[in-house]
Each structure stands twice: as C-alpha cells, then as structure tokens.
Nanobody, 116 residues
C-alpha cells in the first residue's frame, strides 16, 4: 500500500514561514491532481491549494498571496511554501494525490501551529 508522508510542520510565530513537503513510499502513475488540505480542530477538512495534471492551480481564498504550491519534480509530490502565517492557519495539513484510476492517497498529516 503506497503511503504519503508529510514533513515541515511545526510551531511558528505569526508572520513567519514554513515549507511543507510530501514524500511517497513508491512511484505514483497517472497523477491527475496533487495538493494540500488542512483541518483545524472542530472544523471540516478544507482545500488549501491544488495543482492539476494540466497545470491549473487553485488556492483557498484565505491563503491567496501568502501560500505557494509547487511540484517537486524529483519526487512528483506537492510542496507548499507558506509565508505570512496567521494564527488562523493553525491546523493539521495533509498531502493528497489523486490519480486517473481514482486512487486517492492521503498522508497522516503534519501539525502547523501559528502563535500570535
């Protein structure tokens, strides 16, 4: 069973930056989209940013201009550069990869905590 593992989370002060990375335990074929989601305590999981196979990028309105998603070409997984972090960005962040065979891979998440 292929697994995704996130890294790069941690505790940072408001205004700071973090960079999240995602590693896969094996090679993934037929990727149609990859991205990052987050879930704050008591809230539903929400999309943060996503790249489709065609290169279309989507961001949640709340992170536009602050976060940048990119594709790690060596790993073929997403990375997320997070700048100007706010306390409301505090959440568990999940890496996600979706394939043309409807395989939906998720990591176990990495905690991001932004202090005020």
């Amino acid at each position: 069973q292929l697994r995704l593992v996130e890294s790069g989370g941690g505790l940072v002060q408001a205004g700071g930056s973090l960079r999240l990375s995602c590693a896969a335990s094996g090679r993934i074929f037929g990727i149609t989209a990859m991205g990052w989601y987050r879930q704050a305590p008591g809230k539903q999981r929400e999309l943060v940013a996503r790249i489709t196979g065609g290169g279309v990028v989507n961001y949640a309105d709340s992170v536009k201009g602050r976060f940048t998603i990119s594709r790690d070409t060596t790993k073929n997984t997403p990375t997320l550069q997070m700048n100007s972090l706010k306390p409301e960005d505090t959440a568990v962040y999940y890496c996600n990869i979706y394939t043309s065979r409807n395989a939906d891979y998720w990591g176990q998440g990495t905690q991001v905590t932004v202090s005020s």
